[in-house]
Protein backbone atom coordinates (compact mmCIF):
# COMPACT_ATOMS: atom_id res chain seq x y z
CA UNK A 1 0.00 0.00 0.00
CA UNK A 2 1.27 3.61 -0.90
CA UNK A 3 -0.10 6.69 0.50
CA UNK A 4 -0.81 7.76 3.56
CA UNK A 5 -1.12 4.84 6.34
CA UNK A 6 -4.13 4.79 8.04
CA UNK A 7 -5.53 2.77 11.40
CA UNK A 8 -8.23 -0.16 10.37
CA UNK A 9 -10.60 1.53 12.72
CA UNK A 10 -10.32 5.16 11.67
CA UNK A 11 -13.43 6.60 10.33
CA UNK A 12 -13.99 7.29 6.70
CA UNK A 13 -11.92 10.16 5.14
CA UNK A 14 -14.44 13.34 4.64
CA UNK A 15 -15.77 13.99 1.01
CA UNK A 16 -13.08 16.18 -0.97
CA UNK A 17 -13.92 20.13 -0.75
CA UNK A 18 -15.02 22.21 -3.73
CA UNK A 19 -12.37 23.79 -5.72
CA UNK A 20 -13.74 27.05 -4.81
CA UNK A 21 -14.45 26.57 -1.08
CA UNK A 22 -13.52 28.87 1.38
CA UNK A 23 -14.17 28.75 5.33
CA UNK A 24 -16.27 30.79 5.98
CA UNK A 25 -15.73 34.18 8.17
CA UNK A 26 -16.61 33.75 11.73
CA UNK A 27 -20.45 35.35 12.13
CA UNK A 28 -20.30 39.00 13.40
CA UNK A 29 -20.40 38.64 17.54
CA UNK A 30 -23.83 39.54 18.73
CA UNK A 31 -22.38 41.00 22.04
CA UNK A 32 -19.53 43.11 21.95
CA UNK A 33 -16.36 40.85 23.84
CA UNK A 34 -12.36 40.74 22.84
CA UNK A 35 -11.79 39.18 20.14
CA UNK A 36 -9.62 36.02 19.89
CA UNK A 37 -8.08 33.89 17.37
CA UNK A 38 -7.72 30.23 16.38
CA UNK A 39 -4.11 30.04 17.89
CA UNK A 40 -5.53 31.76 21.59
CA UNK A 41 -4.34 29.53 24.08
CA UNK A 42 -7.59 28.45 25.72
CA UNK A 43 -6.52 28.64 29.26
CA UNK A 44 -6.15 32.37 28.75
CA UNK A 45 -7.90 34.69 31.34
CA UNK A 46 -11.12 36.05 29.14
CA UNK A 47 -12.50 39.18 29.98
CA UNK A 48 -15.78 39.13 31.02
CA UNK A 49 -18.13 40.98 29.43
CA UNK A 50 -20.02 41.61 32.49
CA UNK A 51 -17.53 43.07 35.07
CA UNK A 52 -20.33 42.68 38.06
CA UNK A 53 -20.33 38.84 37.70
CA UNK A 54 -18.22 37.11 40.41
CA UNK A 55 -15.60 35.22 40.19
CA UNK A 56 -17.54 31.42 39.71
CA UNK A 57 -19.65 33.17 36.70
CA UNK A 58 -16.02 34.10 34.87
CA UNK A 59 -14.56 30.58 35.56
CA UNK A 60 -17.80 29.17 33.61
CA UNK A 61 -17.18 31.32 30.73
CA UNK A 62 -13.50 30.81 30.63
CA UNK A 63 -14.21 26.88 30.91
CA UNK A 64 -17.16 27.20 28.04
CA UNK A 65 -14.71 28.80 25.43
CA UNK A 66 -11.98 26.32 26.58
CA UNK A 67 -14.24 23.90 25.34
CA UNK A 68 -15.29 24.98 21.90
CA UNK A 69 -11.55 25.87 21.57
CA UNK A 70 -10.16 22.35 22.28
CA UNK A 71 -13.17 20.76 20.12
CA UNK A 72 -12.46 23.43 17.13
CA UNK A 73 -8.65 21.73 17.37
CA UNK A 74 -9.68 18.76 17.13
CA UNK A 75 -12.11 19.57 13.95
CA UNK A 76 -9.21 21.06 12.41
CA UNK A 77 -6.66 18.81 13.37
CA UNK A 78 -8.61 15.75 11.73
CA UNK A 79 -9.60 17.69 8.37
CA UNK A 80 -5.51 18.38 8.31
CA UNK A 81 -5.05 14.49 9.13
CA UNK A 82 -7.79 13.40 6.06
CA UNK A 83 -7.65 16.21 4.00
CA UNK A 84 -4.28 15.80 2.00
CA UNK A 85 -4.92 12.13 1.31
CA UNK A 86 -8.97 12.56 -0.70
CA UNK A 87 -8.89 11.33 -4.37
CA UNK A 88 -9.67 13.98 -6.60
CA UNK A 89 -13.06 14.33 -8.28
CA UNK A 90 -13.69 12.61 -11.92
CA UNK A 91 -13.65 14.87 -14.74
CA UNK A 92 -16.90 15.74 -16.07
CA UNK A 93 -17.74 14.02 -18.73
CA UNK A 94 -18.09 15.12 -22.11
CA UNK A 95 -21.03 17.59 -23.10
CA UNK A 96 -24.24 15.88 -24.96
CA UNK A 97 -24.72 16.47 -28.64
CA UNK A 98 -27.65 17.64 -28.89
CA UNK A 99 -28.48 20.40 -26.05
CA UNK A 100 -32.22 19.93 -24.27
CA UNK A 101 -35.05 21.23 -25.78
CA UNK A 102 -36.80 24.54 -23.01
CA UNK A 103 -39.51 21.93 -21.71
CA UNK A 104 -37.09 19.65 -20.98
CA UNK A 105 -35.29 22.52 -19.01
CA UNK A 106 -38.53 23.20 -17.66
CA UNK A 107 -39.48 19.67 -16.64
CA UNK A 108 -36.50 18.90 -15.06
CA UNK A 109 -36.82 21.93 -12.57
CA UNK A 110 -38.12 20.45 -8.72
CA UNK A 111 -40.33 23.38 -8.52
CA UNK A 112 -43.55 24.77 -10.47
CA UNK A 113 -42.06 27.12 -13.14
CA UNK A 114 -44.08 29.07 -16.02
CA UNK A 115 -41.83 30.48 -18.97
CA UNK A 116 -43.32 34.34 -19.78
CA UNK A 117 -42.30 36.32 -22.07
CA UNK A 118 -43.69 40.02 -22.41
CA UNK A 119 -45.32 42.56 -24.83
CA UNK A 120 -43.28 45.57 -24.42
CA UNK A 121 -45.24 48.68 -26.28
CA UNK A 122 -43.58 51.77 -27.96
CA UNK A 123 -43.35 53.98 -24.34
CA UNK A 124 -40.88 51.08 -23.00
CA UNK A 125 -43.60 49.92 -20.65
CA UNK A 126 -45.00 45.96 -20.18
CA UNK A 127 -47.95 45.98 -21.76
CA UNK A 128 -49.23 42.42 -21.29
CA UNK A 129 -47.37 38.85 -20.27
CA UNK A 130 -47.96 35.80 -22.36
CA UNK A 131 -47.51 32.26 -21.19
CA UNK A 132 -45.49 30.17 -23.53
CA UNK A 133 -44.74 26.82 -21.47
CA UNK A 134 -45.43 25.23 -17.97
CA UNK A 135 -43.44 22.63 -16.75
CA UNK A 136 -44.85 19.17 -15.11
CA UNK A 137 -44.73 20.16 -11.77
CA UNK A 138 -46.66 22.92 -12.34
CA UNK A 139 -49.33 20.69 -14.29
CA UNK A 140 -49.28 18.33 -11.42
CA UNK A 141 -49.74 21.45 -8.90
CA UNK A 142 -52.87 22.87 -11.42
CA UNK A 143 -54.25 19.59 -11.35
CA UNK A 144 -54.29 18.71 -7.89
CA UNK A 145 -55.59 21.77 -6.57
CA UNK A 146 -58.23 22.88 -9.43
CA UNK A 147 -61.33 21.00 -11.22
CA UNK A 148 -60.51 20.77 -14.38
CA UNK A 149 -62.81 23.28 -15.88
CA UNK A 150 -61.69 25.56 -13.47
CA UNK A 151 -59.00 26.89 -16.09
CA UNK A 152 -59.30 26.58 -19.65
CA UNK A 153 -57.50 23.58 -21.34
CA UNK A 154 -53.87 24.28 -22.89
CA UNK A 155 -53.63 25.21 -26.53
CA UNK A 156 -50.37 27.04 -26.47
CA UNK A 157 -49.04 30.20 -25.63
CA UNK A 158 -51.65 32.58 -24.34
CA UNK A 159 -52.23 35.46 -22.50
CA UNK A 160 -50.97 35.35 -18.48
CA UNK A 161 -54.00 37.34 -17.21
CA UNK A 162 -56.64 35.98 -19.54
CA UNK A 163 -56.13 32.41 -18.90
CA UNK A 164 -56.03 33.44 -15.07
CA UNK A 165 -57.83 36.81 -14.34
CA UNK A 166 -57.44 37.56 -10.89
CA UNK A 167 -53.52 37.28 -11.33
CA UNK A 168 -54.01 41.10 -12.49
CA UNK A 169 -55.26 41.79 -8.83
CA UNK A 170 -51.69 40.02 -7.17
CA UNK A 171 -48.27 41.50 -6.63
CA UNK A 172 -46.93 39.53 -9.63
CA UNK A 173 -47.88 42.33 -12.61
CA UNK A 174 -46.01 44.64 -10.58
CA UNK A 175 -43.23 42.21 -10.29
CA UNK A 176 -42.89 41.17 -13.45
CA UNK A 177 -42.53 45.36 -14.83
CA UNK A 178 -39.55 45.46 -12.04
CA UNK A 179 -37.68 42.14 -13.02
CA UNK A 180 -38.39 43.91 -17.00
CA UNK A 181 -36.69 47.25 -15.74
CA UNK A 182 -34.21 46.60 -13.40
CA UNK A 183 -33.08 42.92 -14.91
CA UNK A 184 -33.00 41.44 -12.03
CA UNK A 185 -35.02 38.78 -9.79
CA UNK A 186 -37.62 39.53 -7.95
CA UNK A 187 -39.38 37.90 -4.93
CA UNK A 188 -42.32 37.82 -2.81
CA UNK A 189 -42.87 35.75 0.07
CA UNK A 190 -46.71 35.65 -0.33
CA UNK A 191 -49.12 35.74 -3.15
CA UNK A 192 -52.42 35.19 -2.80
CA UNK A 193 -55.76 34.84 -5.02
CA UNK A 194 -58.82 33.31 -5.54
CA UNK A 195 -60.06 30.36 -8.24
CA UNK A 196 -63.77 30.66 -9.33
CA UNK A 197 -65.01 27.41 -9.77
CA UNK A 198 -68.37 25.16 -9.28
CA UNK A 199 -67.79 24.16 -6.15
CA UNK A 200 -66.91 27.12 -4.88
CA UNK A 201 -63.57 29.57 -4.73
CA UNK A 202 -60.28 28.15 -4.36
CA UNK A 203 -57.74 29.70 -2.27
CA UNK A 204 -54.02 29.50 -3.76
CA UNK A 205 -51.29 30.91 -1.65
CA UNK A 206 -47.62 30.57 -2.94
CA UNK A 207 -44.47 32.46 -2.83
CA UNK A 208 -43.13 33.44 -6.26
CA UNK A 209 -39.60 34.51 -7.67
CA UNK A 210 -39.44 35.68 -11.15
CA UNK A 211 -36.45 36.18 -12.67
CA UNK A 212 -34.90 37.09 -16.38
CA UNK A 213 -34.05 34.29 -18.42
CA UNK A 214 -32.62 36.03 -21.68
CA UNK A 215 -35.72 38.01 -23.38
CA UNK A 216 -38.03 36.17 -21.23
CA UNK A 217 -39.09 35.82 -17.44
CA UNK A 218 -39.37 32.64 -15.22
CA UNK A 219 -41.67 32.17 -12.97
CA UNK A 220 -41.20 29.86 -10.12
CA UNK A 221 -43.47 29.44 -7.36
CA UNK A 222 -43.30 26.74 -3.93
CA UNK A 223 -46.98 25.65 -2.94
CA UNK A 224 -48.43 27.06 0.60
CA UNK A 225 -45.94 29.04 1.49
CA UNK A 226 -43.74 27.08 3.65
CA UNK A 227 -41.12 29.65 4.81
CA UNK A 228 -43.87 31.76 5.71
CA UNK A 229 -45.83 29.13 7.28
CA UNK A 230 -42.54 28.10 9.05
CA UNK A 231 -41.69 31.32 10.78
CA UNK A 232 -45.43 32.07 11.54
CA UNK A 233 -45.12 28.84 13.46
CA UNK A 234 -42.09 29.60 15.22
CA UNK A 235 -43.82 32.73 16.08
CA UNK A 236 -46.76 31.40 17.55
CA UNK A 237 -45.14 28.44 19.82
CA UNK A 238 -41.76 31.38 20.11
CA UNK A 239 -39.78 28.18 18.83
CA UNK A 240 -36.54 28.36 16.45
CA UNK A 241 -33.51 26.47 15.43
CA UNK A 242 -30.28 26.87 14.69
CA UNK A 243 -26.93 25.10 14.01
CA UNK A 244 -23.23 26.04 14.73
CA UNK A 245 -20.39 24.67 12.92
CA UNK A 246 -17.76 24.07 15.55
CA UNK A 247 -14.77 24.23 12.91
CA UNK A 248 -15.47 27.92 11.71
CA UNK A 249 -18.50 29.28 13.82
CA UNK A 250 -20.38 29.06 10.67
CA UNK A 251 -24.20 29.46 11.62
CA UNK A 252 -27.36 27.84 10.18
CA UNK A 253 -30.15 29.82 11.83
CA UNK A 254 -33.98 28.88 11.13
CA UNK A 255 -36.29 31.81 9.13
CA UNK A 256 -37.22 33.14 12.37
CA UNK A 257 -33.99 32.85 14.82
CA UNK A 258 -33.51 36.23 15.38
CA UNK A 259 -37.32 37.39 15.82
CA UNK A 260 -37.96 34.81 18.38
CA UNK A 261 -34.51 35.87 20.37
CA UNK A 262 -35.38 39.39 20.04
CA UNK A 263 -33.09 40.37 17.37
CA UNK A 264 -33.17 42.58 14.89
CA UNK A 265 -33.47 41.84 11.53
CA UNK A 266 -29.97 42.97 10.81
CA UNK A 267 -28.09 42.24 14.17
CA UNK A 268 -24.91 39.63 13.69
CA UNK A 269 -26.19 35.68 14.43
CA UNK A 270 -24.61 34.96 18.20
CA UNK A 271 -21.93 31.90 17.95
CA UNK A 272 -21.87 29.83 21.12
CA UNK A 273 -19.43 31.73 23.08
CA UNK A 274 -21.94 34.66 22.60
CA UNK A 275 -25.01 32.77 24.02
CA UNK A 276 -22.71 31.99 26.97
CA UNK A 277 -21.59 35.73 27.31
CA UNK A 278 -24.96 36.80 27.35
CA UNK A 279 -26.49 34.35 29.68
CA UNK A 280 -27.12 35.04 33.08
CA UNK A 281 -24.01 33.60 35.48
CA UNK A 282 -26.34 31.12 37.13
CA UNK A 283 -27.33 29.56 33.81
CA UNK A 284 -23.60 29.31 32.48
CA UNK A 285 -22.62 26.23 34.49
CA UNK A 286 -26.13 24.41 32.65
CA UNK A 287 -24.74 25.61 29.19
CA UNK A 288 -21.16 24.04 29.94
CA UNK A 289 -22.74 21.20 30.98
CA UNK A 290 -25.03 20.88 28.17
CA UNK A 291 -21.92 22.14 25.81
CA UNK A 292 -19.78 19.06 27.26
CA UNK A 293 -22.47 16.78 26.84
CA UNK A 294 -23.28 17.47 23.34
CA UNK A 295 -19.68 17.65 22.03
CA UNK A 296 -17.85 15.45 24.12
CA UNK A 297 -20.39 12.52 25.40
CA UNK A 298 -22.13 13.21 22.13
CA UNK A 299 -25.42 12.81 23.92
CA UNK A 300 -28.55 14.79 22.81
CA UNK A 301 -29.16 16.95 26.27
CA UNK A 302 -31.27 19.99 27.16
CA UNK A 303 -31.26 22.70 29.35
CA UNK A 304 -32.43 26.34 30.42
CA UNK A 305 -31.11 29.50 29.64
CA UNK A 306 -31.46 32.97 31.24
CA UNK A 307 -30.35 35.90 29.93
CA UNK A 308 -29.35 39.11 30.71
CA UNK A 309 -31.32 42.64 30.26
CA UNK A 310 -34.85 41.23 29.25
CA UNK A 311 -34.64 38.42 32.24
CA UNK A 312 -36.07 36.17 28.95
CA UNK A 313 -35.63 32.50 29.70
CA UNK A 314 -35.08 29.72 26.52
CA UNK A 315 -35.47 25.57 26.77
CA UNK A 316 -32.38 24.39 24.45
CA UNK A 317 -32.89 21.26 22.99
CA UNK A 318 -29.33 20.23 21.84
CA UNK A 319 -28.31 17.07 19.72
CA UNK A 320 -24.78 16.62 17.90
CA UNK A 321 -24.09 16.78 14.25
CA UNK A 322 -21.63 14.19 12.72
CA UNK A 323 -20.68 13.40 9.60
CA UNK A 324 -20.21 9.50 10.14
CA UNK A 325 -21.99 7.66 12.49
CA UNK A 326 -19.61 7.61 15.69
CA UNK A 327 -17.56 10.21 14.61
CA UNK A 328 -16.09 13.49 15.68
CA UNK A 329 -18.92 15.98 16.74
CA UNK A 330 -18.46 18.52 13.61
CA UNK A 331 -21.70 20.63 14.48
CA UNK A 332 -24.20 21.58 17.13
CA UNK A 333 -28.18 21.30 16.17
CA UNK A 334 -30.14 22.82 18.74
CA UNK A 335 -34.00 24.15 19.11
CA UNK A 336 -34.36 26.84 21.36
CA UNK A 337 -37.78 27.08 22.83
CA UNK A 338 -38.46 30.65 24.71
CA UNK A 339 -40.49 29.67 27.80
CA UNK A 340 -40.22 33.18 29.30
CA UNK A 341 -43.76 33.91 30.21
CA UNK A 342 -44.31 30.36 31.36
CA UNK A 343 -41.52 30.35 33.84
CA UNK A 344 -43.46 33.91 35.00
CA UNK A 345 -46.44 32.07 34.84
CA UNK A 346 -45.36 29.56 37.13
CA UNK A 347 -43.16 32.09 39.33
CA UNK A 348 -46.38 34.15 39.56
CA UNK A 349 -48.76 31.04 40.52
CA UNK A 350 -45.63 29.86 43.11
CA UNK A 351 -45.61 32.89 44.62
CA UNK A 352 -49.32 33.28 44.69
CA UNK A 353 -49.26 29.76 46.27
CA UNK A 354 -47.36 30.67 48.98
CA UNK A 355 -48.97 33.97 49.87
CA UNK A 356 -52.41 31.93 50.08
CA UNK A 357 -50.60 29.65 52.20
CA UNK A 358 -49.02 31.81 54.33
CA UNK A 359 -52.54 33.78 54.81
CA UNK A 360 -54.38 30.46 55.39
CA UNK A 361 -52.09 29.52 58.21
CA UNK A 362 -51.80 33.12 59.55
CA UNK A 363 -56.16 33.10 59.43
CA UNK A 364 -56.13 29.55 61.09
CA UNK A 365 -53.47 30.90 63.83
CA UNK A 366 -55.89 34.31 64.07
CA UNK A 367 -59.04 32.28 64.50
CA UNK A 368 -57.69 29.79 66.75
CA UNK A 369 -56.40 32.38 69.12
CA UNK A 370 -59.51 34.32 69.10
CA UNK A 371 -61.50 30.96 69.16
CA UNK A 372 -59.66 30.32 72.39
CA UNK A 373 -60.06 34.30 73.91
CA UNK A 374 -63.88 33.53 72.93
CA UNK A 375 -63.89 30.46 74.73
CA UNK A 376 -62.37 32.11 77.75
CA UNK A 377 -64.58 35.37 78.35
CA UNK A 378 -67.97 34.03 77.19
CA UNK A 379 -70.19 32.41 79.71
CA UNK A 380 -71.79 28.55 78.57
CA UNK A 381 -75.50 28.94 80.46
CA UNK A 382 -76.75 26.09 82.84
CA UNK A 383 -78.89 27.02 85.65
CA UNK A 384 -76.46 29.80 87.41
CA UNK A 385 -79.34 32.09 86.68
CA UNK A 386 -82.46 30.10 88.67
CA UNK A 387 -81.43 32.45 92.02
CA UNK A 388 -82.51 35.30 89.91
CA UNK A 389 -86.24 33.82 88.74
CA UNK A 390 -84.22 33.36 85.64
CA UNK A 391 -83.30 31.14 82.87
CA UNK A 392 -80.59 32.05 80.08
CA UNK A 393 -79.85 30.46 76.66
CA UNK A 394 -77.02 31.86 73.97
CA UNK A 395 -76.64 30.95 70.45
CA UNK A 396 -73.37 31.83 69.07
CA UNK A 397 -72.31 31.89 64.91
CA UNK A 398 -69.32 32.90 63.56
CA UNK A 399 -68.37 34.74 60.15
CA UNK A 400 -67.43 31.71 58.47
CA UNK A 401 -66.12 33.47 55.07
CA UNK A 402 -64.33 35.46 57.28
CA UNK A 403 -61.97 34.76 60.28
CA UNK A 404 -64.34 32.57 61.38
CA UNK A 405 -64.95 35.36 64.89
CA UNK A 406 -66.30 38.45 64.92
CA UNK A 407 -66.75 40.98 67.79
CA UNK A 408 -70.00 39.48 69.33
CA UNK A 409 -69.89 39.08 73.00
CA UNK A 410 -72.91 38.76 75.68
CA UNK A 411 -72.41 38.99 79.76
CA UNK A 412 -75.24 38.07 82.31
CA UNK A 413 -73.57 38.09 85.78
CA UNK A 414 -74.95 38.68 89.46
CA UNK A 415 -74.26 41.80 91.47
CA UNK A 416 -73.38 42.28 95.18
CA UNK A 417 -76.33 44.14 95.28
CA UNK A 418 -78.49 41.10 94.45
CA UNK A 419 -79.29 42.13 90.97
CA UNK A 420 -78.33 40.56 87.57
CA UNK A 421 -76.17 42.19 85.09
CA UNK A 422 -77.00 41.29 81.30
CA UNK A 423 -75.55 43.07 78.20
CA UNK A 424 -75.34 41.82 74.49
CA UNK A 425 -72.50 43.79 72.21
CA UNK A 426 -71.19 43.92 68.59
CA UNK A 427 -67.44 45.45 68.82
CA UNK A 428 -66.40 47.05 65.32
CA UNK A 429 -64.55 44.67 62.79
CA UNK A 430 -63.74 40.93 62.25
CA UNK A 431 -61.12 38.46 63.86
CA UNK A 432 -58.92 38.86 66.57
CA UNK A 433 -59.26 43.05 66.67
CA UNK A 434 -62.52 42.83 66.79
CA UNK A 435 -62.33 40.07 69.41
CA UNK A 436 -59.79 42.12 71.58
CA UNK A 437 -61.85 45.27 71.49
CA UNK A 438 -64.79 42.75 72.60
CA UNK A 439 -63.19 41.02 75.34
CA UNK A 440 -61.62 45.13 76.38
CA UNK A 441 -65.39 46.39 76.39
CA UNK A 442 -66.80 43.51 77.97
CA UNK A 443 -64.38 43.06 80.93
CA UNK A 444 -64.53 47.08 81.25
CA UNK A 445 -68.29 46.81 82.05
CA UNK A 446 -67.93 43.68 84.23
CA UNK A 447 -65.63 46.36 86.56
CA UNK A 448 -68.09 49.26 86.17
CA UNK A 449 -70.59 47.31 87.22
CA UNK A 450 -69.79 46.72 90.61
CA UNK A 451 -70.44 50.74 91.39
CA UNK A 452 -73.92 49.84 91.72
CA UNK A 453 -74.90 53.13 89.09
CA UNK A 454 -77.73 53.09 86.82
CA UNK A 455 -77.71 51.45 83.73
CA UNK A 456 -77.51 54.49 82.15
CA UNK A 457 -74.38 55.74 83.26
CA UNK A 458 -72.68 52.20 82.79
CA UNK A 459 -73.35 53.03 79.06
CA UNK A 460 -71.61 56.32 79.18
CA UNK A 461 -68.53 55.46 80.99
CA UNK A 462 -68.28 52.37 78.51
CA UNK A 463 -68.44 54.93 75.88
CA UNK A 464 -65.42 56.81 76.95
CA UNK A 465 -63.55 53.51 77.55
CA UNK A 466 -64.43 52.90 73.65
CA UNK A 467 -63.49 56.66 72.52
CA UNK A 468 -60.05 56.51 74.59
CA UNK A 469 -59.02 53.72 72.45
CA UNK A 470 -56.14 54.90 69.90
CA UNK A 471 -57.20 52.99 67.20
CA UNK A 472 -61.33 53.31 65.84
CA UNK A 473 -62.80 51.27 68.31
CA UNK A 474 -66.70 51.14 67.66
CA UNK A 475 -69.32 48.69 69.03
CA UNK A 476 -73.11 48.54 69.58
CA UNK A 477 -74.42 47.51 72.70
CA UNK A 478 -77.90 46.60 74.92
CA UNK A 479 -76.69 46.88 78.77
CA UNK A 480 -79.57 46.23 81.37
CA UNK A 481 -80.01 45.22 84.76
CA UNK A 482 -82.67 42.95 86.33
CA UNK A 483 -84.23 43.46 89.48
CA UNK A 484 -85.43 40.08 90.86
CA UNK A 485 -87.78 41.34 93.68
CA UNK A 486 -89.51 43.54 90.88
CA UNK A 487 -89.07 41.62 88.04
CA UNK A 488 -88.08 44.24 86.21
CA UNK A 489 -85.41 44.93 83.33
CA UNK A 490 -83.78 48.79 83.16
CA UNK A 491 -82.33 48.82 79.83
CA UNK A 492 -80.00 51.24 77.41
CA UNK A 493 -79.30 50.89 73.77
CA UNK A 494 -76.25 52.11 72.40
CA UNK A 495 -76.96 51.99 68.70
CA UNK A 496 -77.93 48.42 68.74
CA UNK A 497 -81.15 46.49 67.75
CA UNK A 498 -83.64 46.91 70.22
CA UNK A 499 -84.97 43.73 72.19
CA UNK A 500 -87.82 41.56 71.52
CA UNK A 501 -90.28 40.20 74.28
CA UNK A 502 -92.05 36.91 73.62
CA UNK A 503 -95.16 36.69 75.34
CA UNK A 504 -97.76 33.98 74.70
CA UNK A 505 -96.44 33.31 71.56
CA UNK A 506 -96.62 36.90 70.42
CA UNK A 507 -93.23 38.58 69.56
CA UNK A 508 -92.91 42.91 69.98
CA UNK A 509 -90.03 44.95 69.76
CA UNK A 510 -89.57 46.81 73.41
CA UNK A 511 -90.27 50.64 72.82
CA UNK A 512 -86.89 52.72 72.50
CA UNK A 513 -86.03 54.57 75.76
CA UNK A 514 -86.85 58.62 75.90
CA UNK A 515 -84.94 60.08 73.35
CA UNK A 516 -84.27 57.48 70.98
CA UNK A 517 -81.74 55.11 70.98
CA UNK A 518 -78.41 56.66 71.76
CA UNK A 519 -74.83 56.72 69.90
CA UNK A 520 -72.76 53.83 69.14
CA UNK A 521 -70.19 53.68 72.20
CA UNK A 522 -66.53 55.05 70.79
CA UNK A 523 -68.53 57.50 68.44
CA UNK A 524 -68.30 60.90 70.65
CA UNK A 525 -67.37 61.31 73.85
CA UNK A 526 -68.91 62.75 76.84
CA UNK A 527 -72.53 61.11 75.56
CA UNK A 528 -75.68 61.04 77.58
CA UNK A 529 -77.70 57.75 77.40
CA UNK A 530 -81.15 57.25 78.53
CA UNK A 531 -82.80 53.93 80.03
CA UNK A 532 -86.54 52.47 79.83
CA UNK A 533 -87.71 49.54 81.83
CA UNK A 534 -90.08 46.69 81.32
CA UNK A 535 -92.05 44.26 83.34
CA UNK A 536 -92.01 40.61 82.91
CA UNK A 537 -94.70 38.04 83.62
CA UNK A 538 -94.03 34.67 84.29
CA UNK A 539 -92.97 33.05 81.18
CA UNK A 540 -91.99 35.90 79.09
CA UNK A 541 -88.58 35.73 77.50
CA UNK A 542 -86.48 38.65 76.39
CA UNK A 543 -84.84 38.21 72.64
CA UNK A 544 -81.85 39.98 72.80
CA UNK A 545 -79.36 39.51 69.27
CA UNK A 546 -76.62 41.09 66.79
CA UNK A 547 -77.73 42.26 63.52
CA UNK A 548 -75.88 39.64 61.64
CA UNK A 549 -78.75 37.25 62.63
CA UNK A 550 -80.96 39.35 60.30
CA UNK A 551 -78.94 41.87 58.14
CA UNK A 552 -79.79 41.40 54.68
CA UNK A 553 -77.73 43.21 51.33
CA UNK A 554 -78.91 46.02 50.63
CA UNK A 555 -79.74 47.13 54.28
CA UNK A 556 -82.92 48.06 55.90
CA UNK A 557 -83.19 47.93 59.51
CA UNK A 558 -86.69 47.62 59.55
CA UNK A 559 -87.33 44.71 57.36
CA UNK A 560 -84.62 42.97 59.63
CA UNK A 561 -87.01 43.24 62.65
CA UNK A 562 -90.02 42.30 60.68
CA UNK A 563 -88.00 39.06 59.42
CA UNK A 564 -87.07 38.53 63.24
CA UNK A 565 -90.83 39.30 65.02
CA UNK A 566 -92.09 36.76 61.84
CA UNK A 567 -89.30 34.13 62.92
CA UNK A 568 -89.79 34.22 66.65
CA UNK A 569 -93.37 33.18 66.66
CA UNK A 570 -93.58 31.00 63.70
CA UNK A 571 -91.04 28.72 65.49
CA UNK A 572 -92.85 29.35 68.59
CA UNK A 573 -96.11 27.80 67.02
CA UNK A 574 -94.05 25.54 65.80
CA UNK A 575 -92.81 23.72 69.22
CA UNK A 576 -93.12 26.14 72.06
CA UNK A 577 -89.91 26.38 74.05
CA UNK A 578 -90.13 23.63 76.50
CA UNK A 579 -89.48 23.84 80.41
CA UNK A 580 -85.80 24.25 81.65
CA UNK A 581 -82.12 25.46 80.56
CA UNK A 582 -82.88 22.76 77.64
CA UNK A 583 -86.14 24.05 76.34
CA UNK A 584 -85.07 27.01 76.04
CA UNK A 585 -81.64 26.44 74.29
CA UNK A 586 -83.15 24.46 71.71
CA UNK A 587 -85.90 27.28 71.22
CA UNK A 588 -83.08 29.57 70.74
CA UNK A 589 -81.30 27.03 67.90
CA UNK A 590 -84.04 26.26 66.07
CA UNK A 591 -84.97 30.43 65.64
CA UNK A 592 -81.18 31.27 64.88
CA UNK A 593 -81.34 28.21 62.19
CA UNK A 594 -84.67 30.04 60.69
CA UNK A 595 -82.56 33.04 60.08
CA UNK A 596 -79.42 31.67 59.23
CA UNK A 597 -78.22 31.38 55.50
CA UNK A 598 -76.01 31.50 52.67
CA UNK A 599 -76.59 35.41 52.73
CA UNK A 600 -75.17 35.91 56.17
CA UNK A 601 -71.77 37.85 56.27
CA UNK A 602 -71.16 38.85 59.66
CA UNK A 603 -71.20 36.41 63.10
CA UNK A 604 -74.48 36.38 64.41
CA UNK A 605 -75.64 35.83 68.35
CA UNK A 606 -78.97 35.39 69.98
CA UNK A 607 -78.98 35.86 73.88
CA UNK A 608 -82.56 34.88 74.77
CA UNK A 609 -83.60 35.09 78.94
CA UNK A 610 -87.28 33.74 80.56
CA UNK A 611 -88.64 34.39 83.79
CA UNK A 612 -90.08 31.39 85.33
CA UNK A 613 -92.06 31.46 88.53
Not at 182 to 202: F, H, I, K, Y
Not at 294 to 323: H, N, Q, S, W, Y
Request: proline share 9%; with cysteine.
Amino acid sequence: MSGHRTHRNAPPRPPPAHPGWRPRSPAPMLFRRRPYTRTERPDMPVDDPHPSGDARARLELRAIRALLEAQRRRVTAYAEHYGPGLPNPAPPAAPAAVPPTCQDVLDALPVAALLLTPVVGEDGEVRDILLLARNAVAREYAASRLPEDAVPPWTGPVPLFERIPSLAATAIPGMLADAYHQRAPQQSDAVEWLVRTRTGPVRISVEVRIAPCGDHFLLTWEPGGRLRMATAAQQLVRTCWVEWNLADEGIQPSRGFRKVLGLAEDAPLPSLFDLAAAATPDSRSTLYQALYDVILRKRTTDCELRFRGGERVFRMVAEPVRIVPGGLVWALRAVLIDVTTDRRRREAAQRAERDARREHERAEAVAEIAHVLREAVLPHFQDELETYGLEAAAVYRPDAPGAGVGGDWYKARGLPDGRLLVALGDARGHGLEAVTLMAKLRYALAGIAYTSQPVELLTQWLNEVACADDSESTATTIIARYHPDLALLRWTCAGHPRPVLLRDGRATQLPAPAGGPGLTLGVMPNTVYSATETPLETGDIVLMYSDGLTERRPADPDADTRRFLQAAECCFRETAPGAGHAGLQDYAERLVGHLDGPHRTDDATLLALRRTA
